[in-house]
């Protein structure tokens, strides 16, 4: 099975920061990455698919990148709204998502 | 608009059954693969289970393997979680997703609970 490790778990910012949260793959999973923003008490959401390819309708504040087993989710310029827990996942073999990160307001 | 919804949630009994059913609407249902994804009380997200558009491939992650099963109707656009043999440890949001290789439409989510 293929294992994916999210750092950090948590992580305490400010409204405008730069966050950059990593997931590393256990395998090589090409690009089949993608990323998912989750609010309390709501499904989860579709941010970036197959790595570095913005889902329609997310901000173009969100980027993703990676190839093989290293990956990265950047916020640019991080907004009140983006106060959640994300999730990578994987989707080259079955499927795993990473332990989550907490982003929270410093 | 494209969604779906889950039911049939609720509490168990440790060794019980419950069936949970999600249904489609807003896009070809029949062309999709769909799959349960799981959470537990402040946990992260756990794939569970899948199967393919026409129902000819299902997979399942080992912790529910031999207890749960997937199954799916196209006529009335819904897929079924059939769940027996119920642990504490199964207690959590369940989730239904369209797969789109990544996972792009969620459900909102149905609660399981299992306990005496």
């Known amino acids: 099975d293929i294992q994916m490790t999210q750092s950090p778990s948590t992580l305490s910012a400010s409204v405008g920061d730069r966050v950059t949260i990593t997931c590393r793959a256990s395998q090589s999973i090409s690009s089949w990455l993608a990323w998912y923003q989750q609010k309390p008490g709501k499904a989860p959401k579709l941010l970036i698919y197959?790595?570095?390819s913005l889902e329609s309708g997310v901000p173009s504040r969100f980027s993703g990148s990676g190839s093989g087993t290293e990956f990265t989710l950047t916020i640019s310029s991080l907004q009140p709204d983006d106060f959640a827990t994300y999730y990578c996942q994987q989707y080259n073999t079955r499927w795993t998502f990473g332990q989550g990160t907490k982003v929270e307001i410093k | 608009q494209v969604q779906l919804v889950e039911s049939g949630g609720g509490v168990v009994q440790p060794g019980g059954s419950l069936r949970l059913s999600c249904a489609a609407s807003g896009f070809t249902f029949s062309s999709y693969a769909i799959h349960w994804v799981r959470q537990a009380p402040g946990k992260g997200l756990e794939w569970v289970t899948f199967i393919r558009y026409d129902g000819s491939d299902k997979y399942y992650a080992d912790s529910v393997k031999g207890r749960f099963t997937i199954s799916r109707d196209n006529s009335k656009n819904t897929v079924y979680l059939q769940m027996n043999s119920l642990r504490a440890e199964d207690t959590a949001v369940y989730y239904c997703?369209?797969?789109?290789?990544?996972?792009?439409?969620w459900g909102q989510g149905t609660m399981v609970t299992v306990s005496s």
């Open positions: 197959k790595a570095s």
């Open positions: 997703a369209k797969d789109r290789g990544a996972f792009d439409i």
